[in-house]
């Protein structure tokens, strides 16, 4: 085979896996809510992180792709505080007033069809 040949295949190879990247490593499928830790506590130093993460075709976080988000609190408002809210990067911080009870908070996203919706749980502080 000529040289010639050989740069047109390699050529086609690496269209091939530059399609295949964007399909399968940046492309976003779906999102994925994160929260850390799980509940919240009636201890007023109590903190929560939710994160709002873009799935690839693969599993795996979006690569170099961020999601923006949308966060409601629709019941337990008067429950927590929020520390830190950043809709480009899709995270939200909250601390608990020292109350017990439920949060419900939805989450709008571009890259979902519908909200999610989280509930999260403050107990009762353990002696």
Known sequence: MKSKDWIMILFGVLILLLIGGYYFLYNIYEIKVEISPKHLYTDSNSTLEIKVIPINALGSKA?????????????????????FLDKEISTLKIKSRGMEGKVGIKIYNNNSLFPQYVEILILPLRV
């Open 63 to 83: 690569l170099f792709r961020s999601t923006k988000s949308e966060f409601e609190i629709i019941e337990g408002a008067s429950l927590v505080e929020i520390i």
